[in-house]
């Protein structure tokens, strides 16, 4: 509250009350109005009292009817005052103070009464803007939400402006998200027969369904049902028992023959019907007859026995029932037999088990007529008979007489001399007539070696004949070819390689030269070889080879990344080693260059990147981006051009053959800018008369432009703006009228040259 210590000036007032004139200071004007010699700040009369309560307030600024009261009934003349300066003709009780540019300030009146002055509180006057914030809104997609008279059904901050109760400007804002639906699959199996209830749908048929499900967020949700339906399972079963026993199965348990049904659940969850026909078998019995000889064991299954008589097993049958065997056993008894047997000295007399030559009394054991043991005796004599059995040979030209036979040529005879107790000699003679044999031998010797040949001596080539008595006594001729071999001297000429030692046969060496190598051939004679022997100088090759200081040098066995003199042996053509000497010097390395690691650049704009060199032997340059494609081959890299953060690296080598290597990171600042005026006049004869943009170069085109007004009508819209010199603007008129001075709202969608788009909203004010 603003307080007055001085009387409130700027106003002359003459003021008549029951005939008499007043007059009354005007402070603050330098003027010494009432003529009491003082001028205003010094003079007492300009003290007011207060600050007094309006004794009304109604009304609303925004709606242009706001209304300040002080109504005394004593006052003699009012003065109202802005931010402390008089407001000219404003000297009722009352002021009415509407929406303009300006209004708005600090407001009081004074009451002037008879001999005073009373001034009022301050009422403090804004224009408020009421901003509401609604929070995150979702909707489904595919539809839309009414904000105000907008109808939004994409994803974004949106603003609109209608009026407060007051009638000042409520600037509501929230945000869209779009919800997308959901598809869930069920797949549920049911019996025949059965229903199934899907979200308020009876089912009894397989097929595949679907139902829209509304979700808590009010979308819709998918659901999809492949449902399959199971048949009852009906079966027939057939089962046989034992007498006695029991059979169980379901809810059927009894030991009576019969046909019986049963429930039995399924994996499905859907009962199968099994029809049972129960079949009950008696035991069954049956009878053996059996005989076994005398003395013998009866062996039947499980029974051994030796008694004669009846005997029962218990068996178990193919389905399982008890089955009884009854055998009745009989005994067979024994016989014996006596036989004379005669047979000739020599001979041997055979019967079943019974091989005998010498007389005597003899048993053995038969099978009878019933198949038991029959004891046979035989009394064996033995008379006197001689066999002669020979192979005879002869040479061709002799004569057999032995016998009683007589014969030259090759066969078998026989002849039978009688003898005494009726046994004859029987002589067997097979005559073998044996020829005259030939055979050759071939044979090689050294020379000066002697062939022994049955008693020849011979050291010469040459067919020696020789004849010999066979095995049998006969003429057998023997011919030899002999073969001397002389003595063989050769020429041969092998290289080998220096260090290398050379071996052949018995012969070590590691120098070159002629030798004499003694040979053994096939036959086993000496054979002389003089080898002429050459041997191949070792290559020797030095090589001198460079790397970068940090790299490695590796060659054959050779690993080192320090520079000195190394070794290694390699093959060469002829199969010897080379031995090649490796002089390393390693390459200390420049200073290289020097590039930023990161450098931002604005979007549309193009990069220069320079680089220092801090070595003058670099001589060859490569930039790559990062897919390592070439973008340059020169040292400095300009004019270089990106819409999305990426990388470049730069690759330098120096006179030594040493690489140097640096990447420089770019980060594209995609911060657009444009200019949004926020206030225009249609009426002024500037150029600030139309609503136009100012962008940069990044914008490639403005989308879309839409102005509402406070109550969200749409009454300005341009899409598709391309050709920003062609593009005047708004002019600020609606249906081709201006449009009321005030504040509007704006929507405008830029594309920008990535491809990206960039949303604004403000207001507008129009004056």
Excluded at 52 to 66: D, K, Q, Y
Excluded at 183 to 202: K, L, R, V
Excluded at 328 to 343: A, F, G, Q, V
């Amino acid at each position: 509250m603003l307080k007055f210590t001085k009387k409130i000036c700027s106003i002359i007032m003459m003021l008549s009350i029951i005939s008499s004139v007043y007059a009354q200071e005007i402070c603050d004007n330098g003027i010494d109005d009432d003529n009491d010699g003082l001028i205003d700040m010094n003079d007492n009369d300009c003290e007011c009292q207060g600050p007094v309560a309006f004794t009304l307030i109604t009304g609303s600024i925004c709606r242009s009817n706001l209304v300040l009261q002080l109504n005394d009934p004593e006052a003699i003349a009012y003065q109202w005052f802005k931010d402390g300066i008089a407001i000219p003709d404003e000297n009722e009780f009352e002021l009415i103070l509407r929406e303009s540019p300006g209004v708005e300030g600090i407001y009081n009146v004074v009451v002037f009464k008879d001999g005073d002055c009373f001034i009022s509180e301050d009422y403090a006057l804004t224009i408020p803007t009421y901003n509401v914030y609604l929070g995150e809104v979702a909707i489904c997609d595919g539809d839309s939400y009414q904000f105000g008279n907008f109808s939004i059904s994409t994803s974004g901050f949106f603003q609109n402006n209608s009026p407060a109760v007051d009638g000042c400007d409520s600037i509501t804002s929230l945000d869209i998200v779009i919800e997308f639906p959901t598809i869930d699959h069920i797949s549920e199996t049911i019996c025949e027969g059965t229903e199934y209830d899907f979200y308020g749908e009876i089912i009894t048929s397989s097929g595949v369904y679907e139902k829209f499900i509304p979700t808590v967020d009010g979308c819709d949700s998918t659901v999809v049902l492949n449902l399959n339906t199971v048949n009852e399972v009906r079966a027939t079963k057939e089962v046989t028992i034992c007498e006695g026993e029991n059979y169980e199965f379901g809810t059927i348990s009894t030991q009576n023959p019969g046909t019986y049904e049963t429930l039995i659940p399924n994996p499905n969850g859907c009962d199968s019907l099994f029809t049972i026909t129960l079949d009950v078998l008696n035991k069954s019995f049956a009878t053996l007859e059996a005989e076994i000889c005398e003395g013998e064991t009866f062996f039947y299954e499980s029974l051994a026995t030796e008694d004669e008589g009846l005997h029962e097993l218990v068996y178990t049958n193919h389905v399982g029932c008890d089955s009884i065997l009854q055998i009745n056993l009989t005994i067979l008894k024994s016989d014996i037999e006596y036989r004379d047997e005669s047979i000739c000295q020599g001979d041997t007399f055979e019967f079943e088990d019974i091989s005998e030559t010498t007389s005597g009394e003899y048993r053995t054991t038969l099978v009878n007529s019933f198949g038991c043991d029959s004891t046979i005796v035989i009394n064996l004599a033995v008379g006197t008979e001689v066999i002669i059995d020979e192979t005879i040979d002869i040479c061709q030209g002799d004569n057999y007489d032995s016998y009683g036979i007589t014969a030259d040529t090759q066969g078998f005879y026989e002849n039978r001399i009688p003898g005494s107790l009726g046994c004859d000699t029987i002589i067997s003679i097979q005559l073998n007539v044996h020829q005259p044999s030939f055979s050759n031998t071939d044979a090689v010797i050294c020379e000066g070696d002697i062939y022994d040949f049955h008693g020849i001596f011979a050291s010469e080539s040459d067919v020696y004949e020789v004849v010999l008595a066979d095995q049998f006594g006969c003429d057998s001729t023997v011919t030899l070819n002999l073969e001397v071999e002389s003595t063989q001297i050769g020429e041969a000429k092998e290289t080998f390689c220096e260090g290398d030692l050379f071996v052949f046969m018995d012969l070590e060496t590691y120098e070159e030269g002629v030798y004499e190598v003694n040979l053994t051939s096939e036959a086993g004679c000496d054979s002389i070889v003089r080898l002429e022997l050459e041997m191949l100088p070792l290559n020797r090759e030095t090589r001198y080879m460079t790397i970068c200081e940090g790299d490695l040098f590796e060659y054959e066995d050779i690993i080192s990344y320090e520079d000195g003199i190394f070794e290694t042996y390699i093959s060469n053509e002829n199969g010897c080693d080379s031995l090649i000497t490796i002089e390393l010097n390693v390459l200390s390395p420049g200073d290289g260059f020097e590039i930023p690691d990161t450098i931002e650049v604005k979007l549309g704009e193009y990069l220069d990147i320079f680089p220092v060199l801090n070595d003058a032997s670099l001589n060859a340059f490569i930039w790559y981006d990062q897919d390592l494609n070439v973008i340059s081959e020169s040292r400095d890299l300009e004019q270089y051009y990106t819409l999305n953060n990426t990388s470049v690296t730069l690759f330098a080598i120096d006179k030594g053959g040493c690489e140097f290597q640096e990447t420089v990171y770019i980060r594209v600042d995609k911060d657009i800018d444009v200019y949004i005026p926020n206030v225009f006049t249609p009426t002024s004869k500037t150029d600030n008369n139309r609503f136009t943009i100012g962008y940069a170069p990044t914008v490639e085109s403005i989308e879309r432009v839409i102005i509402m007004d406070r109550w969200g009508e749409l009454i300005y819209e341009a899409s598709g703006i391309f050709n920003f010199q062609k593009y005047k603007g708004w002019d600020g008129t609606f249906k081709n009228e201006k449009v009321p001075d005030g504040v509007y709202t704006y929507m405008i969608d830029f594309k920008i040259i990535d491809g990206s788009t960039l949303k604004k909203t403000g207001t507008i004010t129009i004056l």
